[in-house]
């Protein structure tokens, strides 16, 4: 089998809130790269990028620079292709951003070829430790709400069968401790004791800030605390993880896999996050998986849930699956969820089929 051709296509994606219809700010739109990887047997294989701002006609365009340079390759030999892209692309490019992105979007479509023509679902492909994955609610209970919507965009959530659910801290303007202890508590009595409540607070916190609010929180039971300073502060990090008990989250602002190794030997994190795009596809996601069931520690992922779930479920460290539903739209159906886990598909490859209708809708 070969590579015979590819289509990449921007499109603006609205970035409403599906789960529980609380956006913080309606009319907002996120741009996105999809690619179309063909063969010469007939066989497709899809890959999906972001995160190019401003700068997404540069990632749209690297996309299809790096596509250009798989044409004519065995799409099942993966790593010779990765190869071939980093030497294609020489020194310019660096070994995150823009290229990184890309690669992604390339390696996500192999992917899906080579489940495809094996007749395999992804998950099963790269190891297949369990069908269902634990999955929580993401985007919905966010900090620029007011406490009476983030209680009432909660209420949703349970109804809709969710067991875990993400919250936000580092509130908008100059909140004091206290203020912040407060708004966590309001959601929590909002969801009762036994939903697990994690909450992110996105880098915005100076790691004696980190420590003094996180250990303020320490009885309401956070699954986890994520993103509390600066993503490549390490050693911040580690301090901030050795003083609370509550377990500490990040690394979906890290790039490659070699920066994991460093944050993972710091003891940064008590759970390593894994993005997509930013390690550089499905073939990477996988490595940072192996090296953190190295260390005895959990994986999760970041956004794309439809994608993703294969990866969580294929590793046995695997812990649960962000349920961001940014781009779900994008398909004909994506992963059912039951009593809160999703449901692994038997479909081959990633399982997703674009829809059309609203590919041609986004288009921009
Ligand atoms: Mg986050």
Redesign the pocket.
């Known amino acids: 089998m070969k590579i015979v051709g590819f289509e990449a296509t921007t499109l603006n994606i609205p970035e409403d809130d599906p789960l529980a219809n609380m956006p913080e700010e309606a009319g907002r739109t996120r741009p996105v790269v999809i690619l179309r990887l063909r063969t010469d047997s007939g066989i497709e294989g899809i890959g999906v990028t972001l995160y190019g701002g401003r700068m997404t006609r540069s990632l749209h365009a690297a996309v299809e620079d790096l596509a250009a340079l798989t044409v004519g390759e065995d799409p099942l030999r993966i790593e010779k292709i990765v190869a071939k892209l980093r030497a294609g692309t020489g020194d310019a490019c660096g070994p995150g951003g823009i290229f990184t992105l890309a690669l992604s979007a390339i390696d996500v479509a192999l992917w899906d070829i080579k489940g495809k023509a094996l007749d395999q679902p992804l998950w099963k492909l790269l190891g297949g430790h369990r069908d269902r994955v634990p999955t929580y609610a993401s985007g919905s209970l966010r900090r620029g709400l007011t406490d009476a919507q983030a209680q009432r965009a909660a209420q949703i959530l349970l109804q809709k069968g969710f067991r875990e659910m993400k919250t936000q801290m580092a509130l908008p303007g100059n909140p004091t401790p206290a203020e912040e202890v407060r708004r966590v508590r309001v959601v929590r009595d909002a969801i009762g004791p036994d939903i697990k409540l994690m909450c992110?607070i996105?880098q915005r916190w100076r790691p004696e800030q980190a420590i003094d609010i996180g250990s303020r929180v320490e009885d309401i039971g956070l699954f986890w605390l994520?993103?509390v300073t600066a993503a490549d502060d390490f050693a911040g990090l580690a301090r901030v993880t050795a003083a609370l008990k509550t377990p500490i989250a990040g690394g979906?602002y890290v790039w490659g896999i070699v920066p994991f190794r460093h944050m993972i030997e710091a003891r940064s994190v008590d759970i390593v996050?894994i993005d997509l795009a930013r390690v550089g596809g499905v073939t990477q996601w996988m490595k940072v998986a192996g090296m953190a069931e190295a260390f005895n520690l959990p994986v999760v992922s970041?956004v794309m849930p439809e994608m993703l779930l294969h990866m969580v479920a294929a590793c046995p460290n695997g812990l649960t699956v962000e349920y961001m539903p940014w781009m779900l739209a994008l398909y004909e159906e994506t992963p059912a969820i039951e009593k809160g886990q999703l449901v692994l598909p038997d479909k081959p490859g990633l399982g997703l089929k674009f829809d059309e209708k609203a590919i041609a809708r986004f288009k921009a």
């Open positions: 992110d996105n994520e993103d979906e996050m970041h």
